[in-house]
């Protein structure tokens, strides 16, 4: 029996990738993560943390390289938290990331496609449009540049191959500023000092728009500071400051101050212009984003006639490309300054056939629903944590043709994909973008259709007469599964199951009007109870 314990050495070959990128190998059954290692390779392994299932290790020696194997192109590999593909070929970085999209949809989601190749990068080096620097006064001196793994010290980076030149060059001027006038830095441990972050945003045009995030109302040497970064870039736009006094992680506080120039920045995206201020959300990979989003709109299939609801539209982009395809679309958004930016971006791109809607998601989704909203199409771009647990049954109840599903997470897809799949949406198409080259992070695609053959409405008529069965009320129905199952439904959860299997209710005679208290999804088994009930009454086939 192998020795499990910490600081041993063991003879392992690599077989897989983690979710963050470290190879993975088994130790008489047992896992062991090994960073900066390729599928295939076999090394010499030092057991630095040990559970009782899984261990981390450090690869001591390499016994077996793999093909795919390059030197690092990055000096700061290893030390710095933002990249875990440098030691490879971006061919077996892209495999890495396709198998991790497969893995998930299969073992979370139970979902097995034949999955075309992840969309790699043409251009995998200094794709980064937003570039956010934490600042530090450490052991070693003045820092500006990234958090090394699993931490918050920061790393001083001189430069980094995902960030623009001009990026570059802004944090360098930037940094002397700070030194040449002694500005300090801001401190965690006791919140004082001033500066938190340098916020940089560029675009396609070669313009940058600085931002200065302050533990404080102000900032010395503004003027200075101005003319420093303005001879670092000659696209300078603008510089601001953004106060945050808080004790918090989050980078941005609420209030601005423009010091010389403009706050925002234009960008084109998808044959759109889209205004860009400095909290706005905007992918980070311009060109991959069109890939992603001519992707979601392939899945979408739209003809012009169908009408969309696309749930976390951020600044309408995705939105907005749908719009030139569909009859019309709704976006839903939680925080109102994306709301205010789409409905300025849809006005900006002479859009007429988008309509915007600040609100948390579920909610929307569930008012929507409730009004008897009945898109063709419904597009959904979570954040990292995926839907809510209650949106899956507030959409599968609006009885979509189609839903897509854009994730940046394939974990929380792929259970997302589980739990509408039991709401009759099946997965049916799947693809992987890589909008972050040289990270463990992928993007994905999923096409849900709607499955029609087990609950397909049949309208029964008399033939021979030509009358129509008689339309149950919701009362009806609820006597019918308070006699048979012992408990009571509510009237909302018969028009949510019933827009769910695909009857019009738009045509219900005795359709529920809009609910007055908050509403919670029809739980499973009386989902169960309510169809049994409208196939009692031939509402819907047996």
């Excluded at 010290?153 to 001027?173: I, S």
């Excluded at 169908?306 to 839903?332: F, H």
């Excluded at 959409?395 to 897809?413: F, G, H, K, N, W």
């Excluded at 499955?451 to 029964?460: D, H, M, S």
Aim: aromatic share 8%; hydrophobic share 40%.
């Amino acid at each position: 029996m192998a020795d499990w314990r910490k600081n041993t050495v063991h003879t392992l070959d690599i077989t897989g990738y983690t979710t963050e990128g470290m190879g993975v190998a088994r130790l008489e059954g047992r896992v062991v993560f090994i960073p900066h290692t390729i599928r295939g390779e076999q090394w010499r392994v030092r057991l630095e943390k040990v559970n009782k299932k899984v261990a981390w290790g450090r690869g001591v020696e390499l016994l077996a390289p793999s093909p795919e194997r390059r030197e690092p192109d990055c000096p700061l590999m290893g030390r710095c938290g933002g990249c875990q593909f440098r030691h490879m070929t971006y061919a077996e970085e892209l495999e890495a990331k396709g198998q991790r999209v497969a893995d998930a949809l299969e073992r979370v989601g139970g979902v097995h496609l034949d999955l075309p190749p992840v969309l790699g990068a043409k251009a995998p080096l200094r794709y980064r449009n937003k570039v956010q620097f934490p600042v530090a006064e450490g052991k070693r001196g003045l820092a500006v540049g990234y958090y090394r793994p699993r931490s918050h010290d920061v790393l001083d980076a001189e430069d980094c191959l995902l960030q623009p030149e001009a990026v570059t060059a802004l944090r360098r001027a930037f940094k002397d500023w700070m030194a040449r006038y002694g500005v300090p830095a801001y401190r965690e441990e006791d919140g004082s000092g001033l500066v938190r972050h340098l916020y940089v945003r560029t675009n396609s045009r070669g313009e940058s728009l600085c931002c200065v995030v302050v533990n404080g109302e102000g900032a010395p040497f503004g003027g200075e500071l101005v003319e420093a970064l303005r001879k670092a870039h000659g696209g300078l736009a603008g510089v601001v400051l953004n106060f945050n006094t808080r004790d918090t992680n989050v980078i941005l506080g609420t209030e601005y101050q423009t010091l010389w120039g403009r706050d925002w920045l234009e960008e084109e995206l998808c044959g759109l212009t889209f205004r860009l201020s400095v909290p706005s959300f905007f992918q980070i990979n311009r060109a991959q984003t069109e890939r992603l989003y001519g992707v979601a709109l392939d899945f979408a299939g739209l003809t012009g006639e169908e009408r969309v609801l696309d749930l976390y539209c951020g600044i309408g982009t995705i939105s907005l490309a749908l719009a030139k395809r569909a009859k019309s679309v709704i976006g839903a958004e939680i925080v109102p300054q994306a709301i205010e930016d789409a409905k300025e971006n849809a006005r900006r791109n002479g859009i007429g056939n988008a309509e915007f809607f600040c609100g948390d998601a579920g909610a929307v989704a569930r008012k929507l629903a409730e009004e008897g909203a009945r898109p063709q199409v419904i597009t959904v771009d979570p954040p990292r944590k995926g839907l809510g647990p209650e949106v899956p049954a507030i959409l599968a109840s609006m009885a979509p043709e189609r839903i897509v599903y854009v994730s940046c997470d394939p974990a929380t897809l792929a259970r997302d994909v589980k739990r509408l799949e039991d709401l009759n949406y099946r997965a049916v198409r799947a693809q992987g973008v890589d909008l972050f080259p040289r990270t463990a992070h992928v993007e994905t695609v999923v096409l849900l259709s709607r499955e029609t053959n087990p609950l397909t409405v049949e309208v029964r008529m008399e033939v021979e007469t030509g009358e129509v069965k008689e339309h149950p009320s919701y009362k009806r129905i609820q006597e019918y599964v308070q006699e048979k199952y012992g408990f009571k439904v509510h009237t909302a959860y018969i028009a949510e199951v019933k827009r769910m299997v695909g009857l019009d209710m738009h045509k219900a005679p005795n359709a529920v009007e809009q609910r007055k208290h908050e509403y919670h999804p029809c739980p499973p088994e009386k989902v169960e109870a309510i169809k049994d009930a409208l196939r009692h009454f031939g509402l819907i086939a047996e």
